[in-house]
Nanobody, 126 residues
Framework: QVQVVESGGGSVQPGGSLGLSCSVSTSSEVTYSLAWFRQAPGQERQFAAYLDWTGDVIEYSDSVKGRFTISRNSAKNTAFMRMNNLRPEDSAVYHC???????????????????WGQGTQVTVSS
């Protein structure tokens, strides 16, 4: 069994910062890469950031690059994403997703992630 849990959503003014956490738990010894996707009302779900199981391979979408920073804890079971200089267009439900590190597929394609958290709301407004 695999469980993915997000935390850290909330409301912030433009220019502010928020931190999100994503943890994956499993009874197996499989390692997992983690990614963040986000979905605004009426919009398609879009890729935001990716972190491989070692924490050394990082990918960002152009829309968040330079403002968001993703990292992984030493136990490799939790990803932390710091979101700085937030904009109203960053408002969305943020979903953490996990895939086995041995799996094939593009890291920014949501169809390659079999395990998903329930999502956490981020709202950026005045």
């Amino acid at each position: 069994q695999v469980q993915v849990v997000e935390s850290g959503g909330g409301s912030v003014q433009p220019g502010g910062s928020l931190g999100l956490s994503c943890s994956v738990s499993t009874s197996s010894e499989v390692t997992y890469s983690l990614a963040w996707f986000r979905q605004a009302p009426g919009q398609e779900r879009q890729f935001a950031a990716y972190l491989d199981w070692t924490g050394d391979v990082i990918e960002y979408s152009d829309s968040v690059k330079g403002r968001f920073t993703i990292s992984r804890n030493s136990a490799k079971n939790t990803a932390f994403m710091r979101m700085n200089n937030l904009r109203p267009e960053d408002s969305a439900v943020y979903h953490c997703a996990a895939k086995p590190s041995y799996s094939y597929g593009s890291n920014n394609d949501q169809n390659n992630y079999p395990y998903w958290g329930q999502g956490t709301q981020v709202t950026v407004s005045s």
